[in-house]
């Protein structure tokens, strides 16, 4: 890929904004491609992302090489260079916000921090920065909006890719194992459900599938099922003027006195009795 660089104002004056009044801002982002030795640094008011795509350079002490990244902190001196060996390629964006620490943090990014990711993550995240550089291009309405958005999803991708890549956490592997089943209980949790047929979507042993969904979502399915509906039933008494009967059947308990147990054991109390609490609080009665 060739040099690219796009920028939030059009004068290339580095867009160097530290801006708190937005969630999220990309000030600007780009492509480099050199050949030449370079040792750079700098002291900016954003936030600094870096991402490997081809060679390698010198950073903080450390060699990072292709399909790693850095993200760097406001406010907060760095320097990286590259000694002209076989060239280098890399993504860059700088970007502020008030919501931008926070995002990282949820991501599981920690500035100053080198991680890896596998080349198929690569490959998407190649498209997001494609995504970046053509609405900075053709500014369109809400481009500012789409980059940030565009930049959230590729700062969640990254930290994903970071953790599952180098020490994949347990549970998000397991539950990874047992997608098909856990979206077929979302889609179809008011029905009457069976353990083994949720089981043999896995190709798994119905002691085998229990021991594993118990594992990855940390309560067994016949519970999980039954979270769902109770929060189903929730929703419906505080949004609907279904009776408590109507609500069971919807929820897929035909058995309103089975239901109302059920509910007081996850809730605390009675449907009625949670209609009637939601309905004080919202008038200050």
């Keep these: 890929m060739e040099n690219q660089s796009y920028y939030l104002h059009r004068i290339q004056s580095g867009d160097n904004i530290r801006d708190l009044t937005v969630p999220l801002q990309v000030n ?13 640094g700098g002291n ?15 950073t903080s002490g450390k060699v990072m090489i292709p399909r790693q990244f850095i993200v760097r902190p406001p406010e907060k001196t760095y320097r990286y260079s590259f000694d002209g060996s076989g060239g280098i390629g890399y993504y860059w964006v700088h970007f502020t916000g008030s919501f931008a620490e926070t995002l990282l943090g949820s991501a599981g990014i920690v500035p100053d921090e080198i991680y890896e990711i596998s080349e198929d993550r690569m490959q998407s995240l190649r498209r997001d920065f494609g995504i970046l550089f053509r609405e900075f291009m053709l500014r369109r309405p809400g481009y500012m909006e789409m980059n940030a958005s565009v930049l ?6 990254l930290g994903r890719g970071a953790a599952s890549d180098s020490a994949e956490d347990e549970s998000d592997g397991l539950r990874k194992r047992l997608e098909q089943s856990a979206a077929y209980i979302h889609s179809h949790y008011t029905e009457n459900l069976s353990v083994t047929e949720l089981a043999e979507m896995e190709h798994l042993s119905e002691s085998r599938f229990r021991d594993i969904f118990r594992e990855a979502f940390g ?4 519970e999980y099922i039954i979270g769902l509906r ?12 279904l009776n408590v ?3 069971a059947a919807i929820c897929g ?18 449907p009625a009795a949670y209609r009637k609490n939601a ?4 008038t200050g009665e």
Aim: net charge positive.
């Design 152 to 157: 959230a999803a590729l700062l969640v991708r």
């Design 230 to 241: 109770i929060a189903h039933a929730c929703e419906l008494l505080l949004t609907t003027d």
């Design 279 to 282: 309905v004080q609080n919202q």
């Design 44 to 58: 900016r008011h954003d936030w600094y992302l870096q991402l490997m795509d081809t060679g390698s350079m010198n």
């Design 253 to 270: 308990y035909g058995d309103v006195m089975y239901f109302c147990r059920l509910f007081r054991r996850k809730m605390g109390v009675s």
């Design 219 to 222: 309560t067994p399915p016949g």
């Design 28 to 40: 600007c982002a780009g492509y480099v491609n050199l050949t030449r030795p370079f040792t750079t």
């Design 245 to 247: 009967s109507e609500t």
